[in-house]
């Protein structure tokens, strides 16, 4: 049966982020034939709606206000709470980033709609949207759907590609004017600390060092067959607690989860807590001198040796091969 899906977009300093083309092929699946309706949040993000909907959306609703200028959890609730009112969708579906694990739990709650986070895929089954979902840090994947109510979904980033860009769509963008009031939280300044140019979470490409690298300057190499390569540095828990990069770096359990299409593992033991993190990644390289290593047991390609002369010769060599094609 078809129906109407609204896909809340997640901008990020003036730009979409690429989650967000992801939810929109998703919430296209289901729709199942019906419409998908994007939502922009922000002060200023109307020249953002047409990208939305050239990647599938069949129209996009805008709201601007100068109290969504900064993501606060009580301001988005409240514009979104509103827009659900209006639209009265069948599902809501967004990126499972930190903006959509803080927001999703409390729209459901006020919805009164279960929650289904962190899906991977959805196919539908006889009219249902069936979500698969990794459980147990990523060594098992489970099957959920919502039998009745509004389905509420957050699409883990990298894992559902976005559709082909059309730009020959066209569709409508509307305004909605919203009441927001009564904040608790209101950001007066945002100090960022600079950890490169591409999103780890959404990177097609990552190079992470564990204590192997032995310092800060061991991340420099890293960094350099990132830039490469087009993607971003990351690291271990051990790397980060030792201090030898800063946290927002971190992959694992407790840190961030990323599925890239190549992710090279570089002076990283593969813990299992750092496994959780990224496990599920398409391709994986590791690097070690230890050949007992854990992360060979997940590895595609395993190279044993010591990284600080490896990795030179890794990055000349597809310095020259890049350069040739």
Known sequence: MAKKVLVIGEVRDGELRNVSYEAVAAGKEVA?????????????????????????ADRVIVVNHADLKTYTTDAYQQALLQVLDV??????????????KDVSPRLAMKLNAGLI????????????AVFTRPIYSGKAFEKKKVN?????????????????????????????TVDIKDLRTVIKDVVRKATGGVDLS???????????VKGKEGFEP????????????????????????????????????????LYIAVGLSGAIQHLAGMSNSKVIVAINKDPEAPIFEVADYGIVGDLFEILPILTEELKSTLVSN
Do not use: W
């Open 32 to 56: 199942d034939g019906g419409e998908v309706v994007g939502v922009l949040l922000g002060e200023d993000v109307s020249g953002l709606a047409e990208s939305l909907i050239h990647y599938g």
């Open 117 to 128: 986070s962190d899906a991977i895929s959805v196919e539908m089954d006889g009219g249902d």
């Open 202 to 212: 959404e990177a097609k490409v990552i190079v992470a060092g564990g204590r192997g």
């Open 222 to 261: 890293l960094q350099e067959l990132a830039d490469l390569l087009g993607g971003a540095v990351g690291a271990s828990r051990g790397a980060c607690d030792a201090d030898y990069c800063d946290y927002s770096l971190q992959i694992g359990q407790t840190g961030k989860v990323v599925t890239p299409d």
């Open 148 to 176: 009745e109510g509004v389905v509420f979904a957050t699409i883990r980033p990298n894992n559902i590609p976005p559709l082909e860009k059309d730009e020959s769509r066209s569709g409508d963008v509307s305004n909605l």
């Open 87 to 100: 639209e009265s969708p069948e599902g809501v579906l967004l990126g499972h980033t930190s903006l959509g």
